[in-house]
């Protein structure tokens, strides 16, 4: 069916799934939405595919249950260590005569730009997934969002180029194949979640998304509408399970479900005197502790990613000031007093929780921060199944120059003008 889109979001702990439907009016509604475990995924790379496929299936089937709908393909993020951003820029004359006389730039010439931008060397395991255009400049004067039309002599375009570990791409290909769907392309997970949750002023002003996943935290740097800077740090929501599990000496999936239910990363008021019951392990029985002793243990952890987060941004992005906001999403956005504390590491009261817009279905926690990304999928992907484009030929994406291009362009012309 052309008018479904599929955002499959395959993350370290859990497999978003969600189903979007195109109505007769053109408008986006989400039908079906899934949340299942993961497994075969370490640190967002997938290690077991057997394991791997299994859990993309049970997401899909629970999903496709709600939404009445048979799921034929889907679209997939890649993120983490594994995908890179670039900034580059591309340079060409309007008149391609040797007179080089002031013409009125038109799409051709808009294209020659483009392609220039593009011409970078990348080393040989990295793929070119997105180009997403920044700006362009006709003589030297910034700020044009479409050069067609404007007179010049020279036309120039700022682009942020992202790549991603040509294995990787391949291994998330096989996965969804052999979990019997076609896999219609791979897009930028930070990017994507972007583009569900970041309002239109906030990416003009420059707004920073940090995602908090089980294996990385993610982030992405926008301004004036576009991406300038992406980065990953190693450390992520598993690591906090780990520092639970070692202090209270707790199995790892107990203590996971102890940070679940009770953890919290600032805690003030009444909440430092609540109760905590851990359960009996082995020949030990229950112990009792408090909200505010998990909150000794969580926060020192969950600061120090903030912090390194931070750190990255300042030493590699050339920014000294966004006007916008803070935006987390993720697992890990989920944590009570995650707001108050990167607050306090930033330092700075704009830090929100990134949410989706409601596009209806009567249960919208598919509008939460954790599926940003699979909601993002859908969002960027909104032409492709309108307009029927979905490919036909099982070509795998480390083949397939011409889908990832394809995509590369829907979402550098939806970012400008999704809003």
Known sequence: M??????????????????????????????????KPSNGVRNGVIVNIDAAVAAI??????????????????????????????????????????????????EDTKRRAQES???????????????????YIVDDLPGCKDPVGVIGKRLKVKVHIISASETACVNLTNCVERAGYYLQGICSKTLVSAMATVHEDELELGSILIDLGA???????????????????????????????????????????????????????????QEVIIPSVGGRGPEQTSRYELCQIIQ????????????????????????GSIVLTGGGSLMSGIVQLTQNVWGTSSVRIG???????????????????????VICNKDAAQK????????????DQKDSEGVGKKLSKLFKNFF
Not at 4 to 22: A, P, R
Not at 355 to 371: C, E, P, V
């Open 215 to 273: 294996g990385s935290t993610d982030v992405i740097v926008v301004n004036k509408g576009a991406p300038v800077f992406m980065a990953s740090v190693p450390v992520g929501g598993n690591l906090v399970t780990s520092d639970i599990a070692l202090v209270k000496g707790l199995p790892v999936e107990e203590a996971e479900k102890i940070k679940i239910q009770h953890g919290c990363c600032w805690i003030e008021g009444n909440e430092i005197e």
């Open 355 to 377: 949410t989706s817009s409601d596009f209806g279905n009567l249960d919208q926690d598919y509008r939460n921060a954790d599926f940003a990304t699979a909601v993002g999928l």
């Open 300 to 323: 020192p952890r969950v600061e120090e990613i903030l912090s390194m987060v931070k750190k990255e941004i300042v030493r590699h992005s050339n920014l000294t000031k966004l006007n």
């Open 2 to 35: 052309s008018n479904i889109i599929v955002g499959l979001d395959i993350g370290t702990s859990f497999i978003k799934t969600v189903i979007g439907e195109i109505d007769s009016e053109n408008k986006l509604e989400v039908i079906g939405f899934s949340k």
């Open 117 to 135: 931008s593009r011409a970078i060397d990348l080393p040989l395991e990295k793929k070119a997934l997105q180009a997403v255009t920044q700006e």
């Open 388 to 399: 029927n484009v979905r490919q036909k030929s099982k070509t795998r994406f480390s083949e």
């Open 57 to 106: 299936k049970e997401s899909v089937d629970a999903a496709e249950q709600l939404a009445g709908a048979e799921v034929e393909s889907v679209y997939t993020a890649i993120g983490g260590s594994l995908v890179e951003g670039k900034n580059s820029e591309g340079d060409v004359v309007v008149d391609t005569t040797p007179h080089l006389r002031a013409l009125e730039i038109n």
